[in-house]
């Protein structure tokens, strides 16, 4: 994918930009526009499934979050730092870049962000291609010098209280002070897909978890041992592959994707959106002919569920 | 979410809560136009909503023969409970003394008292009918005992205690102690006389008998330190602007209750009859149905099934009932679990009517109940 962005809307100048940094992506040689495609898609569902005016775009390692609300963005980033790939994400501001245009905008930054601000700061700049004319050490020392006229901060270089990061590539720079942290992991279904075998206890959805953050694609199986257990954890484990559907781009609620199959057979179900691949299916259980009253007695009736897990929540008196 | 249809539901567990009677709805709504003014205030709406708190205070009162003045509106009847073992006298320590079969909230406060103020807990075992037997108070108390919590009637078994021959024992036994009663249960279903019972708090709940939820009340015969002091309201014992609309509606609820308790029995009992007529192996759990139980309260047990998968299909009928207590889910019932009951001697189910159960409800219930049971038979017992 190109630098920039072909066929990008015009910014418009209440728009919000946040960026995100792309992980192990990088590891992955020519497979990389594949990932960072999976990337870009994932995160454009899953904001677009709560968000309006949201619009994913993908940069050389990075991708880049236009929300056209300003009072989304909180949302956006939040959003955007549980989908399996990035390794941290941050609201920016972007410039020419240039160094005078660097410097004002750093100055509009740290006046906003750091207004009243006590102790110290650093400047953590640097250049992502040598064609550009200045160094990454220039480029701090005049921000810098800059910051500390404007702030009356002390510079710290080795533990400061607060840093402006400054990224600058030939075509612009980009300029923030928090970063969040992301999900990290790859892009959900740069790996194929999984079947996950998903319970009202809490392995089955932290496996389901961990797999998407290797990059699986899940849908998920759920067999409802009616009536060993009650319709509370069958609603649970909808609400988890809801949980779980976000994070691959599906829809915010799966609620509509579970049903019960004709003649007990779970289906494999997608959402009225197609955007939800996570799915819980619903069949009719019968305890297996020999197994004795007794060995459920005990207190194992809680493993009703598949794969066994203990159920942590037994609905039970209303 | 495409589901088999499910029947109308018969709402059966009216110990857990009960549905609002709506005429007292309606004029609670209209009082709240009219007597929103605080009735601390000195101007003439506050006057008026002062009157109606008083009017309201005295009714609840005169319900259970205790003085007014010994009433205060709470927010609900754990708070009531609250407000009755903890509001002691600044320093008091000693020890308090609960039955086994006390609602989770006097257990609690119980907790508080031994955990934050250095107190020691005695439990008052019961009898195989959750109730409270002289002999095991007169073990379970001494002098040094400043509180006694011992309900009146039991919120799972319904099994009412003899607190008119507790309440002596108390006395000589403990005579520095406080009988704080939990009453929410059996406001309203039985007659109560704090005077010939000898209580010193009765705790009650307006929830229960189809009244509104967030208004309880103690009645106290002595000194509250409040838990939360607040403006001073309620005589300085329960801080917190208080609702004259809510307490009326309290008074009117608990009247109606009253007045319309033989009909709670009657129902309960043709439950009972199309349970035991259906399912001839089932167990009553408790004192049989008469003067010593509650009259709401139907307990069961339905031998060689489990509780829970019972509830479930019971459930998937329209059938709204309960394995215990709605406060002490998710393990098994500490009440059944006193009386020396097991999880694994049946499927412990608790059926409770109200004001608004009809018979047409309770033969359908019954009979629902019947094939809830059969078909977990097959499922459950049919097995080699």
């Keep these: 994918m190109s630098a920039d962005e072909p066929g990008a809307p015009a910014r418009t100048a209440d728009e919000v930009l946040l960026m995100g940094r792309v992980g192990e992506l990088w590891l992955k040689g020519r497979n990389r526009r594949h990932f960072e495609r999976s990337l870009q898609q994932n995160l454009q569902r899953a904001l677009s499934n709560r968000l309006n005016h949201v619009q994913v775009m993908a940069g050389r390692g990075r991708m880049y979050i236009a929300v056209g609300h300003p009072a989304d963005a909180a949302e956006a980033l939040r959003i955007a730092a549980d989908v399996p790939g990035l390794v941290d994400i941050a609201r920016v501001e972007r410039c020419e870049p240039e160094l005078d245009a660097i410097e004002a905008a750093a100055l509009a930054l740290v006046g906003e962000r750091w207004a009243g601000a006590t102790g110290s700061f650093a400047i953590d700049g640097r250049r992502t291609q040598k064609t550009l004319p200045f160094t990454s050490p220039a480029l701090n020392r005049r921000i810098g010098a800059a910051v500390q006229r404007a702030t009356g901060l002390a510079v710290n270089l080795t533990a400061p209280d607060r840093t402006l990061s400054i990224e600058v590539d030939p075509r612009r720079a980009h300029l923030w002070t928090d970063a969040t942290p992301g999900a990290r992991g790859l892009p959900v279904g740069t790996a194929g897909g999984a079947l996950l075998m998903l319970s009202g206890g809490i392995d089955s959805p932290v496996a389901g978890y961990l797999a998407q953050k290797r990059g699986c694609r899940l849908d998920a199986v759920y067999f409802h041992s009616a009536p060993f257990v009650g319709e509370g954890t069958r609603d649970k484990v909808v609400a988890l592959a809801g949980r779980l559907a976000t994070r691959q781009g599906g829809a915010a609620a799966a609620r509509r994707a579970v049903h019960r199959g004709p003649g007990g057979h779970p289906r494999r179900l997608r959402s009225a959106d197609g955007g939800a691949a996570v799915s819980a299916h619903d069949v009719s259980h019968r305890r297996p002919a020999g197994r004795r009253p007794q060995a459920r007695r005990a207190g194992d009736r809680r493993d009703a569920g598949a794969g066994g897990e203990p159920d942590d929540q037994q609905p039970g008196a209303g | ?384």
């Design chain 2, 1 to 384: 979410m495409q589901q088999t249809t499910t029947p109308d539901p018969i709402y059966l567990d009216n110990g857990a809560t009960t549905r609002p009677d709506p005429v007292i709805m309606r004029a609670l709504l209209d009082r709240q136009a009219t007597l929103f003014a605080n009735p601390t205030s000195s101007h003439r709406l506050g006057r008026a909503a002062a009157a109606a708190l008083d009017e309201a205070r005295g009714r609840l009162a005169g319900m259970i023969g205790g003085d007014p003045a010994g009433l205060v509106f709470t927010g609900g009847g754990t708070e009531a409970v609250g407000l009755a073992m903890l509001g002691l006298p600044q320093g008091t320590v000693g020890r308090v003394a609960i039955s086994a079969a006390e609602h989770a909230c006097v257990g609690e406060a119980a907790r508080r008292l031994v955990e934050c103020h250095g107190w020691a807990v005695d439990v008052i075992p019961v009898d195989g009918d959750g109730r409270v037997q002289p002999a095991a108070l007169a073990e379970a108390i001494g002098p040094e005992t400043r509180v006694v919590a011992i309900m009146l009637g039991q919120n799972e078994v319904g099994g009412i205690n003899p607190i008119a021959a507790l309440a002596p024992i108390v006395r000589s036994r403990a005579p520095r102690a406080r009988l704080v009663v939990d009453g929410v249960q059996a406001l309203g279903k039985i007659p109560i006389d704090v005077a010939a019972l000898d209580i010193d708090c009765l705790a009650m709940a307006a929830h229960k008998l189809h009244g509104p939820r967030g208004i309880g009340a103690l009645w106290s015969r002595v000194p509250l330190t409040p838990v939360l002091k607040g403006g001073g309201q309620e005589g300085g014992r329960r801080g917190g602007t208080q609702s004259a609309p809510l307490a009326l509606a309290f008074a009117d609820a608990a009247e109606a209750a009253l007045a319309g308790r033989s009909h709670l029995a009657a129902m309960r009992d043709r439950l009972w009859h199309g349970i035991r007529d259906r399912v001839p192996d089932v167990i009553l759990t408790g004192v049989p149905c008469g003067p010593e139980r509650l009259p709401h309260n139907l307990h069961v047990c339905v031998p060689g099934l489990p509780s829970e998968p019972l509830l479930n299909l019971l459930d998937t009928r329209g059938v709204c009932a309960s394995a215990g207590s709605a406060c002490g889910r998710d393990r098994f019932s500490p009440v059944l679990a006193a009386m020396g009951r097991g999880a694994d001697d049946g499927a412990w189910i608790r059926l409770t009517t109200g004001r608004f159960t009809t018979p047409e409800m309770v033969d359908a219930g019954a009979e629902r109940f019947a094939d809830a049971v059969a078909e977990l038979r097959l499922l459950w017992g049919g097995c080699p």
